[in-house]
């Protein structure tokens, strides 16, 4: 386990009992029909309404909004039935439902929007029942509560308004350097300050330097060594080096800081946190580790549903009877207007059940975090940097427009041949139940979240999100969205991180040298003597951009694959 002296026997154990699922390969997920997904809709606009826990549970006020959601989804089906009609001609001028132009795009769009049915009681009815069973299991004290996409969590009250502000204050040290000094996030066009970039300053296999076990330095004399792959290879096997696999990383790692989580909760650094300074920046890293402790808890119940089965789709549909309840001449004509697939009720709303879960407990535990800020659709990091979890705190916006944090997930039915079976002429079924279309991506957007200032959210490694656009309000002034971002490694994997890893910016270990009492009486001979030998394991500013760069290039083409491989495989109608 992550912090003990173990052995692997004990981690090979514990990652038997926690099988964390990885979003790098191929995994068997069910499509959710477009129904339910309009039900976690308009689940998801009640969450975002001041006290909705409260009101909730007034009938009145519960009936003025299911009217308002009726007339809503009235207007969006009148307007999906007729892009249908100008999708799908009814005359025969393309027996092709694939055969349209670009222009058709947005058209088509729209069955993947919202449906050509009308909401239903029973829908409505599993909406308020999962809405109120909700606010029963938030946490009043920190305002933590589920969301309507799985295993994601979010807090509204979880950093205090004094811990905020130091946060705020000690992060705009970073941010009032002089001009040529930002680090403005490549690629960004200015938009994207980075005060701490996890890929500065990062593990480079066969160059960056560790501190050796106790034992080796007694033998070998030099408490440092290189970590080469004969190293990784050795203390890492949990990742297959020999594979070849695109999402493993031969040449680099972002470096974690060590966390411990005491028995009572509380958080304690047992590293640097990589790009901030140990003791010009000390007041930070407390404040980081502060907010870090608060957001334990929403790691634990994130991890614990990912870890515990999956409850049932609230709407469950078998492809190959979804005509059954038509007379034999309509089942069988793919031309006719009436021949839509049936569309189950959902069953009625239940709690998720205790069977089977697993509550996973990180006190105790040592955590790894190194930080993180996305753009595109993508997961966190690669293979071999383990991450299962993130999560961001917006500690501060100002003038700008609604911002959401978005998030789609892979599917299929068959990890072998990674596609959905389907009956002989059902491409149109399958765009109007589940959104999907013949070799259009594998992937259904889950929802998103509002990004609100004081805001918390955690969710699990396992699908891709990304910012979606926002502007400024009043484009006369300037704006801004701060975010604080932690990611977390699996709590049972012990990888590479600051506490092996010293600290490898030249200039932090020159200025220490030169300010301490001792060097500063050495002839200058034997300064430069002890300074070659204390650089050997740092780089200067100008190596950690350029290997910066060559790992940000290495990610940019991981992702491209990635989405090849798992997120956007297009979907294989096959006939049987």
Same mark, same amino acid.
């Given at each position: 386990?992550?912090?003990?002296?173990?052995?692997?026997?004990?981690?090979?154990?514990?990652?038997?009992?926690?099988?964390?699922?990885?979003?790098?390969?191929?995994?068997?997920?069910?499509?959710?029909?477009?129904?339910?997904?309009?039900?976690?809709?308009?689940?998801?606009?009640?969450?975002?309404?001041?006290?909705?826990?409260?009101?909730?549970?007034?009938?009145?006020?519960?009936?003025?909004?299911?009217?308002?959601?009726?007339?809503?989804?009235?207007?969006?089906?009148?307007?999906?039935?007729?892009?249908?009609?100008?999708?799908?001609?009814?005359?025969?001028?393309?027996?092709?439902?694939?055969?349209?132009?670009?222009?058709?795009?947005?058209?088509?769009?729209?069955?993947?929007?919202?449906?050509?049915?009308?909401?239903?009681?029973?829908?409505?009815?599993?909406?308020?029942?999962?809405?109120?069973?909700?606010?029963?299991?938030?946490?009043?004290?920190?305002?933590?509560? *589920?969301?309507?996409?799985?295993?994601?969590?979010?807090?509204?009250?979880?950093?205090?308004?004094?811990?905020?502000?130091?946060?705020?204050?000690?992060?705009?040290? @970073?941010?009032?350097?002089?001009?040529?000094?930002?680090?403005?996030?490549?690629?960004?066009?200015?938009?994207?300050?980075?005060?701490?970039?996890?890929?500065?300053?990062?593990?480079?296999?066969?160059?960056?330097?560790?501190?050796?076990?106790?034992?080796?330095?007694? /033998?070998?004399?030099?408490?440092?060594?290189?970590?080469?792959?004969?190293?990784?290879?050795?203390?890492?096997?949990?990742?297959?080096?020999?594979?070849?696999?695109?999402?493993?990383?031969?040449?680099?790692?972002?470096?974690?800081?060590?966390?411990?989580?005491?028995?009572?909760?509380?958080?304690?650094?047992?590293?640097?946190?990589?790009?901030?300074?140990?003791?010009?920046? &000390?007041?930070?890293?407390?404040?980081?580790?502060?907010?870090?402790? &608060?957001?334990?808890?929403?790691?634990?119940?994130?991890?614990?549903? *990912?870890?515990?089965?999956?409850?049932?789709?609230?709407?469950?549909?078998?492809?190959?009877?979804?005509?059954?309840?038509?007379?034999?001449?309509?089942?069988?004509?793919?031309?006719?207007?009436?021949?839509?697939?049936?569309?189950?009720?959902?069953?009625?709303?239940?709690?998720?059940?205790?069977?089977?879960?697993?509550?996973?407990?990180?006190?105790?535990?040592?955590?790894?975090?190194?930080?993180?800020?996305?753009?595109?659709?993508?997961?966190?990091?690669?293979?071999?940097?383990?991450?299962?979890?993130?999560?961001?705190? %917006?500690?501060?916006?100002?003038?700008?427009?609604?911002?959401?944090?978005?998030? &789609?997930?892979?599917?299929?039915?068959?990890?072998?041949?990674?596609?959905?079976? %389907?009956?002989?002429?059902?491409? &149109?079924?399958?765009?109007?139940?589940?959104?999907?279309?013949?070799?259009?991506?594998?992937?259904?957007?889950?929802?998103?979240?509002?990004?609100?200032?004081?805001?918390?959210?955690?969710?699990?490694?396992?699908?891709?999100?990304?910012?979606?656009?926002?502007?400024?309000?009043?484009?006369?002034?300037?704006?801004?969205?701060?975010?604080?971002?932690?990611? @977390?490694?699996?709590?049972?994997?012990?990888?590479?991180?600051?506490?092996?890893?010293?600290?490898?910016? $030249?200039?932090?270990?020159?200025?220490?040298?030169? $300010?301490?009492?001792?060097?500063?009486?050495?002839?200058?001979? @034997?300064?430069?003597?002890?300074?070659?030998?204390?650089?050997?394991?740092?780089?200067?500013?100008?190596?950690?951009?350029?290997? /910066?760069?060559? @790992?940000?290039?290495? /990610?940019?083409?991981? *992702?491209?694959?990635?989405?090849?491989?798992?997120?956007?495989?297009?979907?294989?109608?096959?006939?049987?």
């Amino acid at each position: 386990m992550a912090g003990s002296d173990s052995g692997h026997s004990d981690e090979e154990t514990v990652n038997h009992v926690y099988s964390f699922p990885t979003p790098f390969e191929w995994n068997i997920r069910d499509p959710i029909t477009l129904h339910e997904l309009r039900m976690r809709a308009f689940a998801a606009m009640v969450l975002e309404k001041p006290r909705w826990w409260e009101k909730v549970l007034d009938e009145a006020l519960v009936d003025k909004w299911r009217q308002e959601m009726q007339e809503f989804d009235r207007l969006a089906v009148a307007r999906a039935q007729k892009q249908v009609k100008r999708r799908w001609p009814k005359d025969g001028d393309s027996d092709d439902p694939d055969d349209h132009s670009e222009d058709e795009d947005e058209e088509d769009s729209a069955i993947q929007q919202w449906l050509c049915d009308l909401v239903t009681d029973a829908q409505f009815e599993w909406t308020f029942a999962f809405l109120k069973h909700a606010a029963g299991q938030r946490d009043e004290t920190t305002g933590c509560q *589920v969301t309507t996409i799985p295993c994601v969590y979010e807090a509204s009250a979880l950093v205090p308004e004094e811990l905020k502000m130091f946060l705020t204050q000690q992060a705009g040290v @970073l941010e009032s350097v002089p001009d040529e000094e930002k680090d403005w996030h490549p690629g960004s066009d200015g938009q994207v300050l980075d005060l701490v970039h996890p890929s500065l300053y990062c593990l480079c296999i066969d160059r960056t330097q560790v501190v050796r076990p106790a034992e080796e330095i007694a /033998r070998f004399g030099d408490p440092l060594t290189v970590y080469n792959m004969a190293m990784c290879r050795e203390e890492r096997p949990d990742i297959d080096h020999d594979i070849g696999d695109y999402y493993i990383s031969l040449d680099f790692q972002w470096l974690p800081t060590d966390f411990q989580v005491s028995e009572s909760g509380d958080v304690r650094r047992l590293g640097y946190i990589n790009n901030l300074h140990p003791i010009k920046h &000390r007041a930070l890293c407390d404040n980081i580790t502060s907010v870090l402790q &608060r957001f334990v808890p929403l790691f634990e119940k994130s991890l614990s549903d *990912v870890l515990s089965p999956t409850p049932p789709l609230a709407i469950n549909v078998n492809p190959y009877l979804w005509y059954s309840h038509l007379l034999l001449k309509v089942r069988y004509d793919s031309e006719s207007e009436k021949r839509k697939p049936l569309i189950p009720d959902p069953t009625p709303f239940a709690p998720p059940s205790a069977e089977g879960r697993i509550e996973l407990n990180l006190k105790g535990r040592v955590l790894q975090k190194p930080h993180y800020r996305g753009g595109s659709w993508h997961v966190e990091g690669m293979a071999n940097e383990k991450i299962v979890a993130t999560g961001l705190y %917006y500690y501060a916006c100002d003038n700008i427009t609604e911002s959401r944090l978005a998030f &789609r997930a892979q599917v299929g039915t068959d990890s072998e041949s990674i596609n959905m079976l %389907y009956v002989n002429g059902d491409r &149109r079924a399958w765009k109007t139940t589940y959104g999907m279309g013949s070799e259009e991506p594998l992937n259904q957007n889950l929802g998103s979240i509002v990004a609100a200032e004081g805001k918390c959210v955690v969710f699990p490694n396992i699908y891709q999100h990304r910012v979606q656009p926002f502007e400024l309000a009043d484009k006369t002034k300037p704006g801004h969205r701060k975010i604080l971002c932690f990611v @977390l490694v699996q709590p049972f994997v012990t990888i590479a991180s600051t506490s092996r890893v010293p600290p490898q910016q $030249r200039e932090w270990i020159l200025d220490e040298m030169e $300010r301490a009492p001792p060097l500063q009486r050495l002839p200058r001979e @034997l300064f430069d003597m002890v300074a070659d030998y204390a650089l050997a394991s740092t780089s200067t500013r100008k190596q950690a951009e350029n290997d /910066r760069e060559e @790992l940000m290039e290495e /990610r940019k083409n991981f *992702v491209v694959t990635h989405n090849e491989e798992v997120f956007e495989v297009p979907f294989n109608l096959c006939e049987h």
